[in-house]
């Protein structure tokens, strides 16, 4: 009797998996949806997060890696960052971890945090634009 109250709960509800996998064309995540599985190559995520650091007021250059992490959270994205001076790292941080995770969960649905780890390389001087004289 308790099995079938269980069935009759867990047969109403919506079953949504995300995993982390490995193929021959590299890593994926993989997202069980009501309609069926969706596969999203760790590319694609890097794409998305190359993207959305493009808003991010503060960085200059930037690398994005994507490795499988744990079962809580499938994945996790590595950043390299190099700053403008004037620009502190903390604050260029948080906004790439905001501008990253709302992009992911705005493209793919990502129901969970992606945590980010933040490498800054180097700070580069401002140069100003050149004036011509005539």
Do not use: C, W
């Amino acid at each position: 009797m308790f099995k079938d109250l269980i069935r009759k709960i867990i047969g109403k509800t919506k079953t949504i998996a995300i995993s982390a996998a490995r193929s021959s064309s590299g890593e994926f995540l993989l997202k069980r949806t009501d309609f069926g599985l969706v596969r999203v190559e760790f590319s694609v995520v890097q794409k998305i997060a190359e993207r959305a650091l493009k808003s991010v007021a503060g960085i200059s250059e930037s690398q994005v890696a994507v490795e499988k992490f744990s079962e809580a959270n499938p994945l996790k994205i590595y950043l390299t960052l190099t700053l403008s001076e004037g620009h502190g790292a903390p604050k260029v941080s948080e906004d790439a971890d905001k501008a990253i995770n709302g992009d992911l969960r705005n493209f793919l649905g990502l129901e969970f945090y992606v945590p980010i780890d933040v490498k800054v390389q180097q700070i580069t001087q401002t140069v100003p634009a050149r004036r011509r004289v005539r």
